[in-house]
């Protein structure tokens, strides 16, 4: 007998086979959970597959919402993920000791950018910040200026093949003439037909930009930030974006963020943080309303007179701690 015909359109076949290629393309990047997570093996990247990221968060958050009494569904915080948007401000590259032997400190130190998109895109959100290095880094001469180029440069080739390979957008912001690695990465990073996520880069960046006519411009082009994470330092001067961060929440991030010193639990469970940091300034900045006399007397109660804080140890032995802000007081997580 001969074989029925397929009862499969082909354009439903052609989408089911780009859709398979695809997964396979991502695939090459994924190792499984008993490795040391993340990292890098003979050139090739080695990540958490976006299922073991999810379940990191998942668990991350109950924790937070029963020790926080927060009554939100990890399925709900897990969607709400899709429209948060993080803006990483790095730190600690110079005296984070965490380097392992098979590769250098510039390398590291890009990768940890790498990792965080992967999170982030694995968890659903739309876009993301990263503030690469600034203007300000150059003056402290030659050689520090050296050594941040070459973390750029180091970062271009495992970037290109990721971006391409999980259709990310990434979108360069600061390459004036004379930038050193203008050519390169203008030319490494067209952009993807429906990105799953975009991630916005802010090189040589300076506060000053949004005083000339180009820095205004930018401004129309970069999203509403909602958390601002800022590594080793209790500080956002030298990176602060005007109007984007008006309602911005601010997350500490006690390590330096090289991709070493991270696991894909880690950072998972910062992306879980900085919903928290989220949700606790929601209503706050700019928009605060008292619904009574009441609230004002309990709140006064909590913060002014019993100093109130937090602290939520999400593990046995913690390697990360957060702080964030809540209307009543401090939050510190360990994770």
Sequence with gaps: MEPPDSIVAPETSARLEDDLLRSLLESTDYVGSGSPLPARSGGALQLATPEE????????????SHSLGLGIRPEDALASVRDLVLYDIPDGTR?????????????????????????????GARTSLVLTHTAYNRERGPEDTKRFLGIMAKGIDPFRGYAKRHRIGIKIHGLL????????????????????????????YAEEWFLTT????LLEILPDIDVVVRHTKLQVSGGWIPIRMRKSAYLYSQNGTLLSNWTFREFAGMTAVALLAKMMQRGEALSKTYISIDEIKERFKERELGLGQ??????????????????VGLIQVYL
């Design 53 to 64: 990221i999810r379940e990191a968060f998942v668990e991350t958050w109950e924790s937070l």
């Design 95 to 123: 005296s984070t000791l965490t380097v392992p032997p098979h590769h250098d400190v510039e390398t590291d130190a890009g990768m940890y950018c790498l990792g965080l998109v992967h999170t982030l895109a694995s968890l």
């Design 177 to 204: 003439p004379g930038y050193e690695l203008d050519r390169a990465l203008r030319a490494s990073f067209p952009a993807p037909e429906d990105p799953a996520h975009d991630a916005h880069f802010l090189m040589d």
């Design 214 to 217: 180009e820095g205004r411009t």
């Design 310 to 327: 937090r602290v939520v140890r999400l593990v046995a032995k913690p390697k990360k701690l957060f702080v964030l802000g809540s209307p």
